[in-house]
């Protein structure tokens, strides 16, 4: 097991595939909502600790992803929330330094509390990728050009949710990985990054689905897409769709996976790790029934794995073993997943309560709060000067 | 040489060498207006599934490359546009303004009103034209909303009935109840969103003044029903149950609940729900088929407006129009809109409706609302609808 574990933590700092993103996608680098930047702020303050904040011209609650001095954000305005933005702004200051936006060409009914810019962009270190609800799907360069725009829904008009969709793209050795899974017209697709082409589209299990997809690195620097739905985790090459492996026994459709090395610690019958690193099937390490995600997904920091409940409780968990050490009540409801680094975890509830949690101490302890006030239902982005909360209609860059 | 002595030698020459620069500037002219033309042609193939990137990806570089003096001319280029060439083409246009924007040059206002208010141009492309240069001028460009209450491109629409329930608002917060329900009475007329729809209504009733909301929606009201045929495991969705091949109304069908005939249900909701558990119970892991017949004096192009959480199928004179095999994730009116070539005369629907296993409080409604619209939501009129009494139908 031990080796296990410091092949995994040589695979993370060896990650071939990360791009010069500091947080290329949902749930930063390694889909796992850390960063190796050092620990978060002591203390949580309005007065000294907001760097900057801004209006966003639409709502969204989907994370932004920051690469070099940029963010990139997305959002959704109008009566049916038909208009489509992209936002990029500085990492300093927040000035916009472009804004694009596009007309809905699929559906964007959804339930009230999402959006339909709920899923979060992804960036490939050269350009950026937004999907939204309403499954349209851009590509610009870094500097806002129109690489190419895809319609999922003129493509496949029977793939979407009434509730809304809210998957995360994911990219890997060109590739963008993009599932559009529901009840009906159910798929994932692999886009080229550059021509916006299917490289590969798969038939996918008709469920709806809400998790994000998660990239697995492999010895020689090839990856595999990792594909959650109620039915398990099909991991693909992210070039070919072709399956590498299938875990069959059932996964959430709501919380995603997390990663460290090459371990994936799956939402399943509780939490569920395997071992990908060896050929075939992957190798499950344990299972712990009494660390069950909810709509938040698991967060791996300093050895430790640690869930949110909807309503508040913290569990955490030893990385290793599986083992429950120990569970905090916060002050709930949350929808967003907490982020962590090093001894600290920050974690914003649906009201904008952010929460910062010591894991050091032996039942954990919220040491510090800072009310937004505005709704938060999306999940924080790090970098290595400041921590972004995406607000329904607004961002925060708080110092780190 | 002196210079003197070279613009003198230069001097005879002078009206050759101007012709020649004037040739060659409107060579050159014509060559950047030929590859912007062909550039925005490559745009407008833009097809599903990655058709004609390559192509369109080379025309946004030469757009790209454009200045403000091209808008016009991409803007007219949106009114040729699919779905998603707009948005090839919308990008390409902020690209350009945001550039020159930067440079401090301005939007070419003129021109772009113009465009706006010109409505034989794109809905779409207008809605856009209105979003752009209400960012340049927020103060000014609104103000062209008050004639604009009607307008074809329901974005705009929407925010001139904003501005109109607003003022309606100020007037009977003012004590002014006449002019206040004349312009809640002139918002209803011209709005077509549901939330807007409901605000004015609830307005007006408050001033005394009743709406007939099925009237103003054009609900299809009056169905004939039945079922229930077997949807367990969700099978049935797919199955080809006899109402499909051949509507009879006269016939008697053996369901899963025994012998199913037709019957009547006519709809008198506000909201024009039309609840198949009333005839026929509230069941689980059913089919239950719902059948009406619409009168049109002349053909139309019209859209056919379905809200429904439940899985369903339409027919329109017995074509397929579209389906959804999806339960209980929500409904809204005009969730669905179905393109529908209404010939003159009648024209038979056919919704096949399915109820699923689940047995959670909010998986109980088993229905749908339609009405027939034209693309901005006003129902066709005149549009008798009905069924007659029991005939045989060859869909």
Same mark, same amino acid.
């Given at each position: 097991?031990?080796?296990?574990?410091?092949?995994?933590?040589?695979?993370?700092?060896?990650?071939?595939?990360?791009?010069?993103?500091?947080?290329?996608?949902?749930?930063?680098?390694?889909?796992?909502?850390?960063?190796?930047? !050092?620990?978060?702020?002591?203390?949580?303050?309005?007065?000294?600790?907001?760097?900057?904040?801004?209006?966003?011209? !639409?709502?969204?609650?989907?994370?932004?992803?920051?690469?070099?001095?940029?963010?990139?954000?997305?959002?959704?305005?109008?009566?049916?929330?038909?208009?489509?933005?992209?936002?990029?702004?500085?990492?300093?200051?927040?000035?916009?330094?472009?804004?694009?936006?596009?007309?809905?060409? !699929?559906?964007?009914?959804?339930?009230?509390?999402?959006?339909?810019?709920?899923?979060?962009?992804?960036?490939?270190?050269?350009?950026?990728?937004?999907?939204?609800?309403?499954?349209?799907?851009?590509?610009?360069?870094?500097?806002?050009?129109?690489?190419?725009?895809?319609?999922?829904?003129?493509?496949?008009?029977?793939?979407?949710?009434?509730?809304?969709?809210?998957?995360?793209?994911?990219?890997?050795? !060109?590739?963008?990985?993009?599932?559009?899974?529901?009840?009906?017209?159910?798929? #994932?697709?692999?886009?080229?990054?550059?021509?916006?082409?299917?490289?590969?589209?798969?038939?996918?299990?008709?469920?709806?689905?809400?998790?994000?997809?998660?990239?697995?690195?492999?010895?020689?620097?090839?990856?595999?897409?990792?594909?959650?739905?109620?039915?398990?985790?099909?991991?693909?090459?992210?070039? #070919?769709?072709?399956?590498?492996?299938?875990?069959?026994?059932?996964?959430?459709? #709501?919380?995603?996976?997390?990663?460290?090395?090459?371990?994936?610690?799956?939402?399943?019958?509780?939490?569920?790790?395997?071992?990908?690193?060896?050929?075939?099937?992957?190798?499950?390490?344990?299972?712990?029934?009494?660390?069950?995600?909810?709509?938040?997904?698991?967060?791996?920091?300093?050895?430790?794995?640690?869930?949110?409940?909807?309503?508040?409780?913290?569990?955490?968990?030893?990385?290793?073993?599986?083992?429950?050490?120990?569970?905090?009540?916060?002050?709930?409801?949350?929808?967003?997943?907490?982020?962590?680094?090093?001894?600290?975890?920050?974690?914003?509830?649906?009201?904008?309560?952010?929460?910062?949690?010591?894991?050091?101490?032996?039942?954990?302890?919220?040491?510090?709060?800072?009310?937004?006030?505005?709704?938060?239902?999306?999940?924080?982005?790090?970098?290595?000067?400041?921590?972004?909360?995406?607000?329904?209609? $607004?961002?925060?860059?708080? $110092?780190? | 040489?002196?210079?003197?002595?070279?613009?003198?030698?230069?001097?005879?020459?002078?009206?050759?060498?101007?012709?020649?620069?004037?040739?060659?500037?409107?060579?050159?002219?014509?060559?950047?207006? @030929?590859?912007?033309?062909?550039?925005?042609?490559?745009?407008?193939?833009?097809?599903?599934?990655?058709?004609?990137?390559?192509?369109?990806?080379?025309?946004?570089?030469?757009?790209?490359?454009?200045?403000?003096?091209?808008?016009?001319?991409?803007?007219?280029?949106?009114?040729?546009?699919?779905?998603?060439?707009?948005?090839?083409?919308?990008?390409?246009?902020?690209?350009?303004?945001?550039?020159?924007?930067?440079?401090?040059?301005?939007?070419?206002?003129?021109?772009?009103?113009?465009?706006?208010?010109?409505?034989?141009?794109?809905?779409?492309?207008?809605?856009?034209?209105?979003?752009?240069?209400?960012?340049?001028?927020?103060?000014?460009?609104?103000?062209?909303?008050?004639?604009?209450?009607?307008?074809?491109?329901?974005?705009?629409?929407?925010?001139?009935?904003?501005?109109?329930?607003?003022?309606?608002?100020?007037?009977?917060?003012?004590?002014?109840?006449?002019?206040?329900?004349?312009?809640?009475?002139?918002?209803?007329?011209?709005?077509?969103?549901?939330?807007?729809?409901?605000?004015?209504?609830?307005?007006?009733?408050?001033?005394?003044?009743?709406?007939?909301?099925?009237?103003?929606?054009?609900?299809?009201?009056?169905?004939?029903?039945?079922?229930?045929?077997?949807?367990?495991?969700?099978?049935?969705?797919?199955?080809?149950?006899?109402?499909?091949?051949?509507?009879?109304?006269?016939?008697?069908?053996?369901?899963?609940?025994?012998?199913?005939?037709? +019957?009547?249900?006519?709809?008198?909701?506000?909201?024009?729900?039309?609840?198949?558990?009333?005839?026929?119970?509230?069941?689980?892991?059913?089919?239950?088929?719902?059948?009406?017949?619409?009168?049109?004096?002349?053909?139309?192009?019209?859209?056919?407006?379905?809200?429904?959480?439940?899985?369903?199928?339409?027919?329109?004179?017995?074509?397929?129009?579209?389906?959804?095999?999806?339960?209980?994730?929500?409904?809204?009116?005009?969730?669905?809109?179905?393109?529908?070539?209404?010939?003159?005369?009648?024209?038979?629907?056919?919704?096949?409706?399915?109820?699923?296993?689940?047995?959670?409080?909010?998986? +109980?409604?088993?229905?749908?609302?339609?009405?027939?619209?034209?693309?901005?939501? @006003?129902?066709?009129?005149?549009?008798?609808?009905?069924?007659?009494?029991?005939?045989?139908?060859?869909?």
């Amino acid at each position: 097991m031990k080796k296990t574990f410091l092949l995994s933590a040589l695979c993370s700092l060896l990650c071939p595939w990360a791009t010069n993103a500091h947080w290329p996608q949902f749930r930063g680098p390694d889909f796992n909502g850390t960063d190796n930047a !050092g620990e978060l702020p002591a203390q949580l303050s309005a007065s000294g600790g907001i760097a900057w904040q801004t209006a966003l011209p !639409g709502r969204g609650l989907s994370s932004p992803i920051i690469l070099k001095d940029r963010v990139y954000v997305t959002c959704s305005s109008g009566p049916k929330q038909q208009t489509l933005h992209v936002l990029c702004l500085s990492a300093t200051d927040g000035h916009k330094i472009w804004e694009r936006t596009f007309q809905a060409t !699929g559906r964007t009914m959804c339930h009230e509390k999402t959006s339909v810019a709920a899923p979060s962009p992804a960036t490939d270190g050269e350009r950026v990728f937004a999907l939204f609800s309403s499954n349209d799907l851009v590509c610009l360069d870094l500097d806002g050009n129109l690489v190419w725009f895809r319609g999922l829904s003129v493509d496949y008009p029977n793939a979407s949710n009434s509730l809304g969709m809210s998957s995360s793209l994911a990219t890997a050795d !060109g590739a963008l990985i993009a599932q559009v899974e529901n009840d009906t017209e159910s798929f #994932t697709a692999g886009i080229d990054v550059a021509t916006g082409a299917n490289l590969w589209k798969l038939d996918r299990p008709r469920m709806a689905n809400w998790c994000s997809p998660t990239v697995l690195s492999l010895p020689g620097g090839k990856h595999l897409a990792a594909l959650q739905s109620g039915k398990g985790i099909t991991a693909v090459d992210p070039r #070919t769709g072709r399956t590498a492996w299938d875990y069959k026994d059932g996964a959430s459709t #709501t919380a995603s996976s997390a990663l460290s090395g090459s371990v994936i610690y799956a939402p399943s019958h509780g939490l569920t790790a395997l071992d990908f690193s060896g050929d075939g099937e992957p190798k499950q390490l344990w299972r712990a029934a009494q660390l069950r995600p909810g709509t938040a997904s698991p967060v791996i920091a300093g050895g430790r794995i640690l869930l949110m409940a909807d309503g508040g409780v913290l569990t955490c968990g030893e990385l290793e073993t599986g083992k429950r050490l120990w569970q905090l009540r916060t002050k709930g409801p949350f929808s967003g997943t907490p982020v962590a680094a090093g001894n600290r975890l920050l974690a914003v509830n649906e009201k904008g309560l952010a929460q910062l949690v010591d894991l050091s101490k032996p039942e954990g302890e919220v040491i510090s709060e800072l009310d937004l006030n505005h709704t938060v239902l999306s999940t924080p982005s790090l970098a290595k000067e400041g921590i972004y909360i995406r607000g329904e209609s $607004r961002l925060w860059k708080l $110092r780190r | 040489m002196k210079p003197r002595t070279l613009l003198a030698s230069l001097r005879p020459q002078a009206p050759l060498l101007m012709a020649l620069a004037t040739w060659l500037i409107a060579l050159q002219m014509a060559g950047a207006q @030929s590859s912007l033309t062909d550039a925005l042609g490559a745009i407008l193939k833009v097809g599903p599934k990655g058709e004609g990137h390559a192509e369109a990806q080379a025309g946004v570089k030469v757009l790209l490359a454009q200045d403000l003096n091209s808008l016009p001319q991409i803007l007219q280029s949106m009114d040729r546009a699919n779905p998603l060439a707009m948005n090839w083409l919308r990008s390409a246009v902020e690209s350009i303004a945001q550039r020159e924007q930067a440079r401090n040059v301005a939007l070419p206002i003129a021109s772009l009103g113009a465009f706006l208010l010109d409505v034989s141009h794109s809905p779409q492309a207008r809605a856009y034209v209105y979003q752009l240069l209400s960012k340049a001028d927020p103060v000014g460009v609104p103000r062209l909303l008050p004639g604009m209450l009607n307008d074809p491109s329901m974005e705009i629409r929407n925010a001139a009935i904003r501005g109109a329930l607003d003022q309606a608002a100020a007037e009977l917060a003012a004590g002014r109840k006449g002019t206040a329900t004349l312009l809640f009475q002139q918002a209803l007329n011209n709005a077509r969103d549901v939330d807007q729809i409901d605000l004015a209504v609830g307005k007006l009733k408050g001033l005394g003044v009743k709406t007939d909301l099925q009237k103003l929606f054009g609900w299809i009201q009056q169905w004939k029903v039945v079922g229930p045929f077997d949807n367990a495991r969700r099978e049935g969705y797919e199955r080809v149950y006899p109402p499909e091949t051949s509507v009879r109304l006269e016939a008697e069908y053996v369901t899963q609940g025994g012998k199913a005939r037709w +019957v009547d249900l006519v709809g008198a909701d506000d909201y024009g729900k039309i609840d198949v558990n009333l005839p026929l119970g509230k069941l689980k892991d059913s089919i239950a088929y719902c059948y009406t017949e619409v009168q049109v004096e002349d053909a139309v192009n019209a859209e056919i407006r379905l809200g429904c959480k439940n899985a369903w199928k339409v027919w329109l004179n017995g074509r397929l129009l579209f389906g959804r095999d999806e339960y209980h994730r929500g409904a809204e009116i005009d969730q669905y809109r179905l393109p529908a070539a209404l010939k003159k005369g009648r024209n038979t629907i056919l919704v096949k409706l399915g109820q699923n296993e689940q047995k959670e409080d909010w998986t +109980v409604e088993w229905e749908f609302q339609m009405r027939i619209t034209d693309a901005q939501g @006003s129902p066709i009129a005149p549009l008798r609808v009905g069924v007659p009494p029991p005939i045989t139908a060859s869909r």
